[in-house]
């Protein structure tokens, strides 16, 4: 039999485990013009967390009883379809599922062998990537001399969008969780200063590693980081606003103190969500994959095994236990 993860009941506050079934399901019939994947890998990301409510503003939430989707990275196990064989490789908004069914084939996209790693369809060449690039180098615009802070800097689109601001010349500072991320960011990816965010005070940190003001703030958590970058922003900063990650489980809106700033000190700050961009991606890869093949550029992936384990690497991931782009596997390469 096949299995799927499905969202069992919608979440108030902090979702849990049990929000999420494990459940049997039919093998999927395979009709004229349809392609059969065997899945490969689940990619786990922050705005799951939105569509297991009604879903944000820019995409639908998901149905009671029906499998949680989001891009998955698969083999073509049969087809009925021209356009794609057995052996190949592709990914799409697909089912968390062993096995899934793509009627005519419509919303797949080969994977280039070329591009090296196939999981980075979805990490470092796919839409993390392109956030990152998007946020950093087009919205952000950093120069040589500028400063640039970066929260969540040791996550899936932190670690790249510091290291796209550093090859522009760009100071880079981020913030992390833990330790070992900070650690990471310094260490592996380049950035020229990180720090704890839960061990030290945050207007101390800046003060101490953006000594002159930070020029450009990549946001990816919101909230309380938010409300310091503004302090600490210099006249003319740019905030590319990619994420809040920290109120996506409150129930209710804080709101952001401080946005006089935004007046007083002119500074742009710029929302943005992906899919608006997507048009770019070929463009994207076409740039960035040498500098993962070369090893200039630097990418983590965690990895879980299983997908009975999908939901818990998923909250995981949302309470930042994970460095970089976390995945799960539920069939070999």
């Not at 108030?12 to 999927?28: K, R, T």
């Amino acid at each position: 039999m096949n299995q799927r993860i499905v969202l069992a009941q919608r979440p108030s506050g902090w979702v849990d485990e049990a929000c999420f079934a494990l459940e049997a399901c039919a093998e999927p019939a395979v009709g004229p013009e349809d392609v059969l994947l065997e899945s490969i890998y689940l990619s786990t990301d922050p705005y799951l967390r939105g569509r297991m409510n009604a879903g944000p503003s820019y995409a639908p939430g998901f149905a009671l009883g029906q499998p949680i989707v989001s891009r998955v990275i698969a083999r073509v196990i049969a087809s009925n379809n021209a356009h794609f064989q057995v052996g190949d490789v592709v990914w799409g908004f697909l089912a968390w599922a062993l096995r899934s069914v793509v009627p005519r084939g419509e919303g797949l996209h080969k994977i280039d062998p070329a591009l090296g790693r196939i999981s980075h369809a979805v990490s470092a060449l796919g839409m993390p990537g392109l956030t990152a690039w998007v946020g950093a180098i087009e919205i952000g615009q950093p120069a040589p001399g500028d400063t640039v802070y970066v929260s969540s800097a040791a996550g899936a689109v932190g670690q790249l969008a510091g290291q796209f601001a550093r090859r522009a010349g760009a100071r880079v500072v981020g913030s992390a969780g833990s330790d070992d991320k900070v650690a990471y960011v310094r260490d592996r990816c380049g950035f020229d200063a990180a720090f704890n965010y839960k061990t030290t005070d945050l207007d101390q940190a800046l003060r101490t590693h953006c000594p002159n003001g930070i020029d450009l703030y990549f946001d990816n958590v919101g909230g309380a980081t938010l409300e310091a970058a503004l302090r600490h922003a210099n006249v003319g900063a740019r905030f590319p606003v990619c994420g809040m990650i920290s109120a996506y489980n409150e129930v209710g809106d804080a709101g952001i103190k401080g946005l006089q700033a935004v007046l007083s000190k002119r500074i742009t700050m710029t929302g943005f969500i992906i899919y608006d961009h997507v048009h770019k991606l070929a463009a994207y890869q076409a740039r960035v994959a040498p500098w993962l093949r070369s090893g200039e550029l630097v990418f983590h992936e965690d990895i879980v095994q299983g997908l009975e384990r999908a939901p818990a690497a998923l909250i995981g991931m949302m309470k930042g236990e994970a460095i970089g782009k976390r995945l799960v596997q539920v069939a070999a390469e």
